[in-house]
Every structure is written in structure tokens, then in C-alpha cells.
């Protein structure tokens, strides 16, 4: 009976053991090896639309170690615009009228791209223009001026951990995220006669992010001193690695206390 517990016993520790030398490296690269994240910014200079370009960043640099995600936290556009009208019809009319924008950003590499970014400027609201004054100067009561107005617009952040995703922004070189304007322009009333001057303007830019884990350093070894001394008692360092052999401590020395038990109690006597 003893024996075979202390094959049970044996066993145990042994598995226990195995289970510790698997599973402290993982833990204690995990404390060592923290992640790290690297953001590169791209813009647009102010230009009058339609804007049809791209934005360059470089790509994930494999020496600074593993790509883990790749982000666009921002993106976004800014507009500028303003407008004015005269109405050269020999009656009063009439007239209003309104701009509407769409700003579309593709990402590059299989990177999911946001949904386009829509709105409306409204630049005169509906009013009556007198009739022509037979000056072209866009001023007096048959004119109407939009003032200088500005929108900013914000996509929606997009990010990836595909591995396909991560492969394809990993590496020399840069990548480009394109952006496009569309503006359209919707006049109500106004007769068949009306003079217009509408300028608008749009400038734009990205971040992308660089989520990555980098490379582990091989550990330094210490050349011998010619008088070693035994270090000084140090207290176990705490968290996950330290927590396992507390525990394959604490379990061998309770299967121990349960052998000394059993090979302490008396055997029967066989003449009783």
C-alpha cells in the first residue's frame, strides 16, 4: 500500500514539474517582452476641389519586431467654401441654393476602408434677388453673397490583425491612402439669368498605427569573478512565473507531510 502511494506520489511531482518547465518561459517572456506602437501622420495641403490624391506613410519597419495590428485611429477632411450670386434677369426672382459634398478615403492592402462622408452647405437660403441692376459687381439688392463657411469631417477609425492584412504593410517602401472629393451644386429659382462666383477648398490626412511586440534579446551571461560570494537572500519575485512554483512547492510538500503520516502508523500485530 505504502508503495504503491509513493509511485502515486512520484508521479504527481513529476507531472507537475513538467507542466512548470512548459509553461514559466511563456510567462516570464510575456512579463519581459511588453508591446509597443508606432504612428506615422500623412496630409493634404489646402487645394481647390475636386481633390483626387494620395496620402503616403511608410510601411511597418520588421526590424523593430512582430506586426500585431495595424490602425487608422484618424482620418478626416476639411473644407472651405464660399459663394456669391447675382441675378442679371430684367425681373425679380426668386432664388436659393446649396452645396452637397461626398469624401471618400480608400485604404491600400486589403485594409477595410470607412464609409464615404456625406453632408450639405447650405450657402443662401431662399430669398428674393431684384431685378438687374446692369452692373456686374455681385453687390446691391439683386445680389447675394455666401460668407466664407468651413466643415470638418471625420471617417470612422478602421483597424486589422489579418495576417494577410499585416503582411502586406510590412516591409520597405511606403503605402498610400487615397482621397477623393465629389461637390455638387443645387440652385432653386433664379429665372433663366444668374451670374455665379463658388470657390471651394479641401484639405485632408490620416494616421496609421503600428501595433507590434518587439524581439526578445537573448539573456547576457556574467563572466565569473575570480571570489564568488553567495548573493544575498532576495524575496521571490512576484506574478505569474513565480506563482506556478509556489504552487509545485506547496503540492510537494503536502504529498510529503501525507507519506510521513502513512509511514507513521503502527501496523497491527499479528498476535492480537
Known amino acids: 500500500m505504502l508503495r504503491s502511494l509513493f509511485k502515486r506520489a512520484v508521479l504527481a511531482v513529476m507531472t507537475v514539474t513538467a507542466l512548470v518547465t512548459i509553461i514559466a518561459p511563456t510567462l516570464a517572456a510575456a512579463d519581459l517582452v511588453p508591446e509597443a506602437t ?78 464615404p462622408l456625406v453632408g450639405t452647405i447650405e450657402r ?5 434677388l431684384a431685378a438687374f441692376d446692369n452692373t456686374l459687381d455681385f453687390a446691391g439688392a439683386s445680389a447675394v453673397a455666401q460668407p466664407s463657411t468651413t466643415r470638418d469631417a471625420a471617417a470612422v477609425p ?42 471651394t477648398f ?12 518587439p524581439p526578445v534579446s537573448p539573456p547576457t551571461s556574467t563572466p565569473p569573478t575570480s571570489t564568488p560570494q553567495s548573493p544575498p537572500p532576495t524575496l521571490p519575485r512576484t506574478g505569474s512565473g513565480s506563482t506556478v512554483l509556489a504552487v509545485v512547492g506547496a503540492a510537494t510538500l503536502g504529498l510529503g507531510a501525507l507519506l510521513a503520516t502513512r509511514g507513521r502508523r503502527p501496523r497491527r500485530s499479528l498476535d492480537a
Do not use: W
Not at 467654401?81 to 441654393?97: C, H
Not at 516591409?171 to 470657390?199: D, K, R, W, Y
Open 202 to 213: 479641401a484639405s485632408a490626412s490620416v494616421r496609421v498605427c503600428y501595433r507590434y511586440a
Open 38 to 115: 508606432e504612428c506615422h501622420d500623412a496630409g493634404l495641403a489646402r487645394q481647390r476641389t475636386e481633390v483626387d490624391a494620395d496620402l503616403t506613410v511608410p510601411r511597418f519597419d520588421p526590424a523593430l519586431g512582430t506586426l500585431l495590428e495595424v490602425s487608422v485611429p484618424n482620418q478626416g477632411v476639411h473644407l472651405e467654401t464660399d459663394a456669391r450670386f447675382e441675378n442679371t434677369a430684367q425681373t425679380a426672382v426668386m432664388f436659393s441654393e446649396h452645396m452637397d459634398y461626398q469624401v471618400t478615403f480608400v485604404s491600400p492592402n486589403g485594409l477595410a476602408s470607412p464609409a
Open 124 to 128: 443662401v437660403p431662399l430669398q428674393k
Open 158 to 199: 478602421v483597424a486589422s490583425t489579418d495576417p494577410g492584412v499585416l503582411g502586406a504593410f510590412t516591409g520597405p517602401g511606403t503605402l498610400a491612402f487615397h482621397v477623393s472629393t465629389v461637390i455638387g451644386e443645387t440652385f432653386m429659382g433664379g429665372g433663366g439669368n444668374v451670374e455665379a462666383q463658388i470657390h
